[in-house]
């Protein structure tokens, strides 16, 4: 697997680089005031100290419109696929450092599948404000990685989504192969057969082997 940049024309059809915002006192605050786990991952969708920034006013007007979003943050140390998602809605993602996606695209589920010979990696430098579309998958970030190929430390990354987005599921009655693959609020989640979030019950979307950076 090939790691690219999200500056590279190829990252175009998953996402863009989005210019303009100071993000230099949110990523303090993210790197100040939140854990970050050296063996696992820490997920908050919604921070209210990175919430109280005047940064989130300019997320909700500029970047969505007016629409109500959350600050949250993902953070600890992650080399694996394991999972795909996606929402109704971009994402951004902010680091306050170094880090790699996983991604790949909604139209290459077949039939509730995914082959993770389709997932694609994008090298994420520090301070960049990556917007991920709506028809992108994606999941937990991963740690970059050293000159010698192995892993950095850890990830800090801030988190921006539509208000509620992956908090309590709805109950739904289901209608159609989608709704099985409902994980949380406007969250659709493709498992690894390999992954905790399988044995937890979570569909089984993916296909091939569960990426692990590590074994690149």
């Known amino acids: 697997m090939k790691i690219k940049s999200v500056f590279c024309q190829s990252f175009a059809k998953y996402g863009k680089v989005l ?95 995914l082959n993770t010979r389709k997932v694609k990696a994008f090298f994420v430098p520090a301070g960049t404000v990556v917007q991920v579309y709506e028809t992108t998958l994606h999941y937990a970030p991963c740690c970059a990685l050293n000159a010698d190929g192995n892993p950095s430390e850890g990830f800090r990354v801030i988190i921006v989504l539509p208000k509620d987005t992956n908090t309590a599921k709805p109950q739904v009655s289901e209608k159609n192969e989608e709704d099985k693959m409902l994980w949380a609020k406007n969250k659709w989640l493709l498992a690894h057969p390999s992954s905790s979030e399988a044995k937890q019950g979570a569909y089984v979307g993916l296909t091939g082997k569960n990426i692990d950076l590590k074994n690149l």
Do not use: W
């Open 19 to 113: 210019t303009g915002y100071d993000v230099k006192a949110l990523l303090k605050k993210l790197d100040e005031t939140t854990p970050c786990p050296k063996d696992a991952t820490v997920y908050e969708p919604s921070d209210s100290g990175l919430e109280s920034l005047p940064i989130m006013q300019e997320f909700t007007q500029n970047a969505y419109g007016g629409l109500p979003v959350q600050i949250g943050y993902c953070n600890g140390f992650n080399t694996k696929l394991n999972c795909l998602e996606y929402h109704r809605g971009s994402e951004l993602n902010i680091p306050s450092t170094d880090m790699i996606l996983l991604l790949a695209k909604s139209e290459d589920i077949i039939r509730g599948k």
